[in-house]
């Protein structure tokens, strides 16, 4: 790993997040455990967890329709409820 460690990690996590839009699970594809949060556009923090390496399934039923991002590590993805 180069000097910019943080950011190539984080960078190699995230590898897949789908569907999107979405409507009651966001499925997340990780090379490695990494926590996320799910913000609303306004900024409000709407889920939290931490998901393993490998497919991953976070549950939205709970979540209004809307924009949010979706961060792990210091990539943020915008999907659509």
């Given at each position: 790993m180069g000097?910019?460690?943080g950011i190539e990690t984080a960078n190699a996590v995230l590898s897949r997040v789908y569907p999107n839009p979405f409507n009651e699970v966001i499925h997340v594809y990780l090379s490695e455990k990494a926590g996320f949060?799910?913000?609303?556009?306004?900024g409000k923090k709407v889920a939290e967890g931490t998901l393993v390496a490998g497919d991953n399934s976070i549950l939205t039923t709970d979540i209004a329709k809307g924009s949010y991002l979706l961060k792990i590590g210091n990539r943020s993805v915008l999907l659509v409820k």
């Open positions: 000097k910019y460690t949060g799910l913000y609303s556009i306004d």
